[in-house]
């Protein structure tokens, strides 16, 4: 079993930043997928940003559109951690973040892809 730990969500004027972290334990491999999704209410839960995590070979990245540009996440390989960096916040951007993990390697932008999740971390952005 994979157990998800977000946390760093909070409230942050437009224009601003903010770095939200998952932490994962339990089984993981030597490659595996991590992604960031959000859900805000009334809305479907929408892919954001994901790594794949390769011990041996370096990771690599990819980005909603949405967020191309503003958003950067990364991973520290050796804790089972990523992190999502947040500048030039909008709005919009106003969701619960929810941290997934796959054990396979591959880019996957649908929820059903994803076989854990955390909890999720509230991220408000006023205007």
């Known amino acids: 079993q994979v157990q998800l730990v977000e946390s760093g969500g909070g409230l942050v004027q437009a224009g601003g930043s903010l770095k939200i972290s998952c932490a994962a334990s339990g089984r993981t491999s030597s490659s595996y997928t991590m992604a960031w999704f959000r859900q805000a209410p009334g809305k479907e839960r929408e892919f954001v940003a994901c790594v794949i995590i390769r011990w041996s070979l370096g990771n690599t990245y990819s980005y909603a559109d949405s967020v191309k540009g503003r958003f950067t996440i990364s991973s520290d390989n050796a804790k089972n951690t990523v992190y999502l960096q947040m500048n030039s916040l909008k709005p919009e951007d106003t969701a619960v973040y929810y941290c997934?993990?796959?054990?396979?390697?591959?880019?996957?932008?649908?929820?059903?892809?994803?076989?854990?999740w955390g909890q999720g971390t509230q991220v408000t952005v006023s205007s």
């Open positions: 997934a993990l796959d054990r396979t390697s591959g880019i996957f932008s649908t929820p059903d892809r994803y076989g854990y």
